[in-house]
């Protein structure tokens, strides 16, 4: 795959799509944890219905982004990543993470949450495993580099 090459090859496009991969994390993870500790109580004079839908967005733009950089930098070794355990812990923990997020918006705690502010256990113990997760995302992907 060509583009692949360029990437692998290039001592100036690698470090720039590495650079990419980690602000769409950054886009990731601010909108996540911000809204995760929403979720959990803090910013209470910020409704949870003012704060979901931006945020929940920018997640999914920064998800968006950090998809095909981190594709993109798969596959300029591929048979090494996939003999990392920390690779393959990332990707785990990386399913963890979105489908907690599905199940948290198919919650009808989520819905009463939106429209009254009223925060279940359900909705907050799902912030709060969100929050574990998405940041062991983060340590499991810097450790790849310790294993390599």
Partial sequence: MPVVAVVRDSAVVYP????????????????????????????????????????TRMAVVGLLLAAPTGLLLFLTRPSAYLENPAFLAKLGILSLGLLNALVLRFNPGWLICLETGRLSWSVRAAALFSLLVWLAAVVAGRWIGFLQ
């Fill in 16 to 55: 720039l799509v590495n650079a990419a991969h980690v602000a769409a994390i950054g886009v990731l993870l601010g909108s996540i944890v911000t809204l995760d500790l929403r979720l959990m109580g803090l910013f209470r004079t910020h409704p949870v219905a003012h704060l979901a839908v931006p945020l």
